[in-house]
């Protein structure tokens, strides 16, 4: 009988290790290699466009509109306040979003749960998010969701490459800023000292690692300093356009031109960008609006840091006393 009991649990594992080992499992990513990144679990369909994105209920961090998505890298995350999934990875969302926003990637979260609209910005300042955060921003042909978190990656041309969790997500975001960037220059070849810093564009590398070699070639002269100045335009060219908004604010509304262009000189240090936006930010300091904004500043991230416990939690309960 004891026997027969063995035999049968023995039998009993087997069956069990043959299920787990035929279901699906996300790939790992060797942080050292250079290979495709992983495919997302299950089949999705890449049909959606990035110019069909319809824009949901603003709630919070930066406005973008339509017209904000042509010829940018776009990720679309659907998330929940109840998917403690979405909530884990939206610090890392909103880290990418810092280091690739201004090299052309846009950054839209999409609420698709219910839940109020303060629900749904208390849970989004919690986790530091510093993105677009909108209810019921869609993609078309989504009819294939399996469940959240679901993300889609769109290139700078408007295709679909990426759907599934957001974090395999990562390697797919990094390779399209990178080919859109050299995209932009309207160049397929260049010469060799150009050509290594496109190579490691493409290969995804953060292109604010970069920058300081781009301005370095730029010095070389001959066609290789021609190239160095398009890439360099290329890899700067959300900043200029936050410049030449900047320009045309500074005579109505000299904050928000400041708002504009203050983080500029660092982000894109030692190109002729930052250089014309710590001009102005120069004059724009002179300004009494300016003046009072940034005296006033200390107060507000102290306040900031005192939100959260006021505000309370994303399902509506008050946060522990201090």
């Keep these: 009988m004891v026997r027969t009991w063995m035999v049968a649990i023995a039998f009993a594992a087997m069956a069990m290790f043959a299920v787990v080992s035929a279901a699906p499992q996300t790939p790992k990513a060797d942080p050292k290699s250079k290979a495709e ?25 930066p406005m973008v509109k339509p017209e904000d998505l042509k010829g940018r890298v776009v990720f679309l995350d659907y998330w ?7 909530l884990k990875s939206m610090p890392a969302i909103a880290a990418l979003n810092a280091e690739l926003s201004d090299y052309g990637l846009v950054v839209l979260g999409s609420h698709v749960q219910e839940g109020t609209p ?16 909108s209810q019921q921003t869609r993609a078309q042909n989504d009819d294939d969701l399996e469940g959240i978190p679901h993300c889609f990656v769109f290139d700078h041309t408007g295709q679909c490459l990426y759907r599934g969790l957001p974090g395999p997500a990562d390697a797919q975001i990094r390779l399209a800023v990178g080919n ?26 953060s292109p604010a690692t970069l920058l300081a070699k781009v301005v370095a070639l730029k010095s070389a002269g001959g066609e290789t300093a021609t190239e160095a100045k398009a890439l360099l335009e290329s890899m700067t ?3 200029q356009k936050k410049l030449k908004e900047a320009e045309e604010l500074q005579g109505k509304d000299a904050l ?3 708002v504009l262009v203050e983080k500029l ?12 936006s710590a001009e102005m930010i120069g004059k724009l300091k002179k300004e009494k609006v300016v003046l009072a904004e940034l005296a006033a500043r200390p107060a507000l991230t102290a306040l900031k840091k005192l939100e959260l416990p006021l505000v309370g939690t994303a399902d ?7």
Excluded: W
């Design 37 to 61: 990144p992983p495919k997302p679990v299950g089949k999705f369909s890449l049909k959606s466009k990035a110019a069909d994105i319809r824009i949901g209920t603003h709630n919070s961090g």
């Design 180 to 205: 859109a960037i050299v995209a932009a220059t309207g160049k397929d070849k260049f010469s060799p000292a150009v050509q290594a810093v496109v190579k490691e564009l493409k290969a995804g590398k």
């Design 118 to 133: 303060e629900q749904i910005r208390v849970a989004a300042l919690q986790r530091g998010v510093n993105f677009h955060i």
């Design 237 to 239: 060219a959300v900043g």
């Design 256 to 258: 928000a031109a400041f």
């Design 265 to 276: 000189p660092t982000t894109y240090k030692g190109t002729p960008l930052a250089t014309k």
């Design 80 to 86: 929940g306040i109840e998917c403690p999934p979405c």
């Design 316 to 322: 509506g309960s008050r946060m522990p006393e201090y």
